[in-house]
Structures are given as C-alpha cells and as structure tokens.
C-alpha cells in the first residue's frame, strides 16, 4: 500500500547541501549509515571548536534506528526523512520540553502542506491513527561543549518489514499523490524547521501553546502506569508548559503524567494505540 511514493535520497542530499551553505550549517550525507545520531555526534567531535554552528546529517537508510524505549525504527530506502542535527545549548535549562516543541513545529509544517498530522504524548507524529514519526532529542557534551542532540524519523511510506507488535505505521503517502510532486521541499522545510527551532530555545514555549489541547489524545479516556507500575485511570487533557500530561481521574483529581509514565488510550482500544 502506497509504496510508490518514496523520498529520493541523492536530490535531497543535493538540495540540503545548497541549503546548508546558504545557511552556514555543517552538513554531511550518506546512503547507508547504523544511526544518523550516532554519526552526527561523530561529525560534531571531529570539528575544530565543536558545532559553533548547526551540524546536520542525513541519511537515505539506517541499519540501527532506534525510536523511543529503544524500539527499533525500520528506516528503508526511500521509505522516509532520517536526520539528525546538533545545535549549541545555553547554560540554562529550558522550561518547555525540546521534544514536545519540535513536535509541534514539524506538525505545523505538515499541516501547511495539507498532511493531517497531529502530535502524540510525548513527542511522536501520529496520522490517521498511526504513528507517521518520532523524535530522540538529549542535551549532551559533544566537541567540548554542551549540545542539543535530535534525531528525527519521519515515514514517507509504508515500510515494507515486520513492525513492532504494539505500533501501527502510517506515512506521508496517505496523505495523497500531491505530495509526490513537491517531497524534496516538503523534507528541506522539516529539516530547516527542525534545525531553527532547536537553535531557539525561546521559541520553544510558544509551541507549547500552540499545543496544549491540539494534541490527539485531548479529552480520551486513558490509562496511566507510573513507574512503579499503579495504574490509574481518567480523561487526558492539555499538555503543561513543561510538558506534563495532564489526566482528571473519575474522583475528580488531576494528575500529571511525566517522561517516565506511560499512557494509553482506552477509547476504542485496538492494542496499537498505547502512547
């Protein structure tokens, strides 16, 4: 099903290359790499004075994709967008998550181009009730100083492999065969989006806000497993400035569910649509 549609690495390599030294970022591309993470962070380290600028690396297939709690992320040839960037970080921590943040600038994006994506708690892209990317994003030491790390992995067609039992897939293709036409702007106005956002941690509140009850699971019921496995039940609703979940409990209460929880939507279960 909609295999047609693929992301044509070698002219998106190309563009992204005219549009890095426009914008005055490091950027390397290769075919086949394990991880676009693990060789972003090696470009940064091999740079004299570390990423002084944005340093971004694509890929057109992963061998060792990784998605959240270490899931594997099938990332085919042609089947997607798998990047990864590195940004300088302040000595202040932000308030508003990266993650959440850059989720909903990427889903703006898509939106604007007629994809009707949503974000999913706590930092995935869902489509048709399926999950069409997901976002690693760390503050880590790299070259010396302090870094935002992203990794970003973003389905443009089904992938062809076995998927994680609990995950259903969904792509940029079901949006419809206009997007063909225009793929390698639609992927330079993520990567850029991405890599802006990320270099402005004070834009990162105001997506908050766009986000607060924007997200898919605003006003499900839900299920809640804390980390010490009590699990209580309610109605999701906005997403805090910091990120939290916010679920009233049928006793009224509200609760806020954080990085370490997880979340899983009650209504209409299927199995594949826990958060």
Known sequence: MHRNLALDFDPLARQLRRLAARQGWVMAAEACVDSTNERVRALVE???????????????EQTAGVGRRGAHWLSAPGDGLWFSLVVPAGLEFPEAPPGLALAARLSRVLQGQGVSVTVKWPNDLYLNAGKL???????????????????????????????????????????????????????LALIEA???LMARPADWSVEMAHLSRMHCGFG???????????????IAGAICPDGALEITLSD????????????????????????
Request: aromatic content about 4%; charged content about 25%; glycine content about 16%.
């Open 220 to 234: 499900k019921p839900v299920a809640v497993e804390r980390g010490n496995r009590v699990c209580k039940t309610g």
């Open 46 to 60: 091999s740079l004299d004075g570390g990423a002084q600028d944005p340093v971004v690396f694509l890929a057109g």
């Open 252 to 275: 009224g209460r509200v609760i806020r569910a954080g990085a370490h929880d997880r979340v899983r939507v009650l209504a209409e279960h299927t199995g594949h649509d826990s958060y």
């Open 194 to 196: 991405a890599v802006t």
């Open 133 to 187: 990317g997901g976002l690693m994003i760390e503050r880590c030491r790299l070259g010396g100083e302090v870094c935002w790390l992203a990794g970003v992995g973003i389905n443009w067609r089904h992938p062809a492999g076995p998927l994680d039992a609990e995950y259903r897939a969904s792509a940029i293709s079901e949006a419809g065969s206009g997007r063909q036409r225009d793929s390698i702007a639609l992927a």
